[in-house]
Structures are given as structure tokens and as C-alpha cells.
């Protein structure tokens, strides 16, 4: 085995030969035996142990083992204990997905504090298998299919092309200790249900299953990587980003063939989990919003828009009359003018006068009106974004200059014709705001 993960290393991962690496060590057979293969190879390693404190002294005698051995061999150790059932009750997260949380971010703190390059992990060929039928299991798409990476940015594991049966007969030819986790044996857990159930039969019925099923995983992530390349090619073409947002063009998503393919593509990193929400978005009445924690998604008539969430914004600024420049939460500049020509939409003219001091600035709210420049009465705002095809996002990030309880100016949009200029305005006022 030592040779061939030698020249598995050297036609897939060579950069590993020189640099600083961590190796996570359990202490079972897997991670043992990637430890063993390091040092054979004579690698720049240093060992991370977590201990979980979730089998009682078993735990404690794993953590012992690992410490052990590194003292033995003069190979930095490092180590981590976690109250981890008290800590995934708290987030309300399952004890697994909890353990795998704390020792990845465990893990990555400890490369950068300690200035290693990489993370080794022991996952080997059965993993892959067993981890493509749990996802089976449970309904999945191209990332649950794909199998476990080789390579997830500093994390590599690079046992994957090993099956279990050949890590085993190494550590008995070498003569490598380990331990073993009694809770491996309990078919409670899925994963071990399928490792000892499902997969033995799977070998029985073709002794060359793994081998098959790695073909296959090779098979499915070039079409993965075919998939991932055309939904980009689309994306480069229908997908817009306006200031903070990005809009989705319908039109052209709906003559897709795979729409909903598409817009997991795009959305799958942003936190969102009401997929069937969102495969129906596009036939929603336009305002329909979906949430994830740190973001929206938005029906808007002809698009889907994404937007970070973000409270919207109550404050009050005031406007003294000295104030010649406002620098916060907008730039506005003030300045008395004889010239009232401008075709420039963010400047407008008033009547100086007409103006009750402090003036303020602030968002819209429910129930504002106005009376729009060169209109006979008012209008509500409502109404007047709704005929501006404004988004949601952009009804929220207009500000409006007010004068006591009037609106002045929806800024950049529309001034309000009761401050307008006439025939008998003595002090004209030139305001002028800055994107």
C-alpha cells in the first residue's frame, strides 16, 4: 500500500511532499494509518486530536493513546476537548453535524495560529460509499452524489482511492495499534447500519464494487463539472448585479430546460433551505419574498432579485439651516442660486422661504404623500414607487428631504410642487445631492 499511495500522492496531490501539514488522529484504524504513511514519507506533520467527551473514559483513553504515540515519536500533538452534547442542545443541531462543526473550526484556527498549510483527514473509499448512500437515502442532487471531496480547500484526504479492507491488511503488516470505537458496532447510527448491513452485500453480489462504484463517482463529477460549466455560461448572460443586488432575468431562466437546477446553482451558498419555495418563486405574485438568515430572495415582476437582509431604516437626520453640506447618511449641499437651470435630476430649486427649519431626512413610510412637481394634487409615495417599478430593496433605501411634516424632495426622484419657485420667491435654494 505504501507504494501506491506514494504514487497516488505524486500524480494527485504532490504539493502535500512539502509543506506543513496537521494530521486529524482519532485513534482508530483509518487515521493510524494515515499517520503511519506520513511519516513513512517522511512529511512535515503534526497531529490533532478531539476529544468529543461523549463515550466516558473510552474518550479519555482514546485522547491518552493519540498523546502517547506523538510523545513517543516526538510528533507535535495538539489537542481540543468539547462538552459536545451540551453544545449542539444549545444550537439545537444534531450531536454529529455538532462534532464535525467543532473540530473543522477547531481544526482551521489551529493551522492559521500554528502557520500549517493543510489538513489531513483519514476518509477512505468505504466513506465515500456509505456517505453516497446516506444522501441517497435521503433525496439529494450533483453535491450529494459527488461523493466526499479529495480536496475542499486546505482539507485534503488523501486515503479516499483506499478501500478499508486494504487499509486493514496494512496495519496488520505493519503492526500499527488502534482503537476502537465501541460505538461503531451500535447500528443505531446510520452509517454504521450501512457499513455493516448494506455494504457487505453489495461486495458479496461484486467483489469489485468499490472499484465500480469509484468509477462511477468519477463519472458523476464530469458531468457535475459539465452541469456547474453550462449553469455559469447562463449566469454570465442573465444574472445582473445593480448596486447590492443581483437580478435573475425570468424570461430567460424560464426557457431553460432545468430552471430549478438553476437557481440551486445559484442560491446553494447563501443559506437558503425552502427549496420548493423557491422553485416556485418565479410563478409567484411579484413581491412574494423567501428568507434565509442573511438573505432575501424577491419576486419582482419580470426578475428574481437577491439582496442582503437588513433592518429597515427608522432614523431621523436633522438639517439645521447654517448646515451648508450634509456628508451623513447622504451628501446633500445647500446653497442659495440666481441660476435655477438644470436638467440634472439630483439638483433641485425651492423656495427658500416655503422651508420650516430643522429640515429632516428619512425613509419612506407607510401612508407618506406627496404632490409631485408639475402635479395638481397629492399622490401617495406607495403609489408613485409602484409607478416607478421600484423593488422592494429600493423602496427601502430612498430617502426623502422633509420640511415639518411635508416632503420635500424624494431624493433623485421628485421634488414636491408646494416648494416649487415663482414669480414671488425671494431666496432661491439650490440643492444638490451626491451618489
Known amino acids: 500500500m505504501i507504494n501506491a499511495f506514494q504514487n ?3 500524480q494527485q496531490l504532490p504539493f502535500l511532499q512539502t509543506k506543513k501539514l496537521i494530521v486529524a488522529v482519532s485513534g482508530g484504524i483509518d487515521s493510524m494509518v494515515l499517520l503511519e504513511l506520513c ?3 517522511d512529511w512535515s506533520i503534526a497531529v490533532a486530536h478531539c476529544n468529543f467527551s461523549l463515550r466516558g473514559l473510552e474518550s479519555d483513553e482514546d485522547e491518552i493513546f493519540v498523546r502517547d504515540y506523538c510523545q513517543e515519536r516526538k510528533i507535535p500533538f495538539y489537542l481540543n476537548r468539547f462538552n459536545t452534547a451540551e453544545f449542539a442542545e444549545q444550537i439545537g443541531m444534531s450531536i454529529q453535524m455538532t462534532a464535525r462543526q467543532l473540530r473543522y473550526d477547531w481544526f482551521e484556527t489551529l493551522r492559521v495560529r500554528e502557520g500549517y498549510d493543510y489538513i489531513l483527514t483519514a476518509h477512505q473509499a468505504d466513506d465515500v460509499a456509505e456517505t453516497f448512500l446516506i444522501n441517497l437515502t435521503r433525496g439529494t442532487g450533483w453535491d450529494g452524489l459527488t461523493g466526499i471531496p479529495q480536496q475542499n480547500g486546505v482539507v485534503v484526504r488523501p486515503l479516499l482511492p483506499f478501500s478499508r479492507k486494504e487499509i486493514e491488511n496494512y496495519a496488520a503488516e ?3 495499534s488502534w482503537r476502537e470505537d465501541s460505538s461503531n ?3 443505531y447510527y446510520q452509517r454504521n447500519a450501512l457499513r455493516h448491513e448494506v455494504l457487505p452485500v453489495l461486495k458479496d453480489m461484486n467483489p469489485a464494487f468499490l472499484a465500480n462504484f469509484q468509477k462511477t463517482i468519477l463519472y458523476l463529477q464530469e458531468t457535475k463539472n459539465l452541469a456547474d460549466w453550462a449553469v455559469a455560461q447562463f449566469l454570465e448572460k442573465a444574472l445582473r448585479q445593480h448596486g447590492n443586488e443581483f437580478h435573475l432575468d425570468l424570461y430567460q431562466l424560464n426557457a431553460m430546460p432545468a430552471p430549478r437546477a438553476i437557481l440551486y446553482y445559484w442560491l446553494k451558498s447563501y443559506g437558503f433551505t425552502a427549496w420548493d419555495d423557491i422553485y416556485h418563486l418565479p410563478e409567484a405574485e411579484s413581491g412574494k419574498q423567501i428568507f434565509a438568515p442573511d438573505f432575501v430572495l424577491l419576486k419582482n415582476r419580470t426578475h428574481l432579485i437577491l439582496y442582503a437582509r437588513h433592518e429597515v431604516r427608522q432614523e431621523v437626520f436633522t438639517i439645521e439651516k447654517t448646515n451648508l453640506s450634509v456628508n451623513f447618511p447622504i451628501k ?7 441660476d435655477i437651470s438644470s436638467d440634472d ?3 433641485i430649486f425651492v423656495d427658500a422661504d416655503l422651508l420650516d427649519y430643522p429640515l429632516t431626512l428619512r425613509t419612506w413610510q407607510e401612508g407618506d404623500q406627496f404632490h409631485p412637481f408639475g402635479m395638481n394634487g397629492s399622490k401617495k409615495l406607495s403609489k408613485f414607487f409602484k409607478d416607478e417599478k421600484y423593488s422592494l430593496t429600493a423602496k427601502e433605501r430612498q430617502w426623502l428631504l422633509c420640511s415639518g411634516n411635508k416632503i420635500v424632495w424624494v431624493i433623485g426622484k ?5 416648494f416649487k419657485i415663482t414669480n414671488n420667491t425671494k431666496t432661491k435654494l439650490k440643492i444638490t445631492f451626491s451618489e
Open 8 to 10: 497516488h500522492i505524486s
Open 414 to 418: 421628485r421634488a414636491d410642487d408646494r
Open 39 to 41: 511519516q513513512q514519507l
Open 345 to 347: 435630476a439630483n439638483t
Open 174 to 176: 505493519y503492526l500499527i
Open 185 to 187: 458496532a451500535e447500528n
Open 332 to 338: 446633500l449641499e445647500f446653497c442659495s442660486t440666481s
